[in-house]
């Protein structure tokens, strides 16, 4: 008597186990799903947030015919001789109100002491430095020269100088204080 086929141990096929190599990783099929790999979770590193608040502004000379700018040297320009003409200012120390940040950054600044004739407005902006992203809030005002003599703050400022009233806003280099002067009205005092 012949057994069935399937019946017995004939008529299946043994499925044989291949071995893996150790040094081989697993094993799985080319051109399947199973062959995509799946990346593990890139850990993002964002940039810290810092908040700072700096003020300063316009000083309008004793005649009330000239602004005072500073120039600082443009480090993307190749030849190093570019000025970038802003708006004096710089941090609030810790106790001081704007106001008398701006005084006295004016002074440090640009040699110049001044008071405040009235406010022009705040600017807020983002910027990256030192691996940073800072937004940085500064008011300005509109002073008035009281005396001092005219010279740029060693470490921080290249050059300082008057401007007739006429051109402050072709000569500032960036647009949120070009705004900023072009929608504060007559500036004389």
């Known amino acids: 008597m012949n057994p069935a086929p399937g019946a017995g141990s004939e008529g299946i096929k043994k499925k044989r186990k291949r071995k893996r190599s150790a040094n081989r990783g697993p094993q799985t099929p080319q051109n399947s799903a199973a062959s995509t790999s799946v990346k593990p979770a890139v850990k993002r590193h964002y940039a810290k947030r810092v908040d700072e608040v700096s003020a300063g502004g316009l000083v309008i000379d ?50 110049i002491t001044s008071s405040i004739s009235r406010p022009l407005g705040v600017i807020d902006f983002w910027f990256m430095a030192g691996g940073k992203r800072i937004h940085k809030t500064v008011h300005h005002f509109l002073f008035t020269e009281v005396g001092g003599v005219l010279m740029p703050q060693e470490s921080e400022v290249d050059e300082v100088s008057w401007f007739p009233l006429g051109e402050i806003i072709e000569r500032l280099a960036y647009p949120d204080e070009k705004k900023l002067i072009a929608r504060s009205g007559e500036l004389k005092i």
């Open 62 to 111: 004793s005649t009330g015919e000239q602004g005072l700018l500073i120039g600082r040297i443009d480090h993307k320009d190749a030849s190093g001789t570019r000025l970038l003409w802003s708006l004096p200012k710089g941090h609030i120390e810790e106790g001081e109100t704007p106001e008398q940040a701006a005084i006295r950054e004016v002074a440090e600044e640009t040699g």
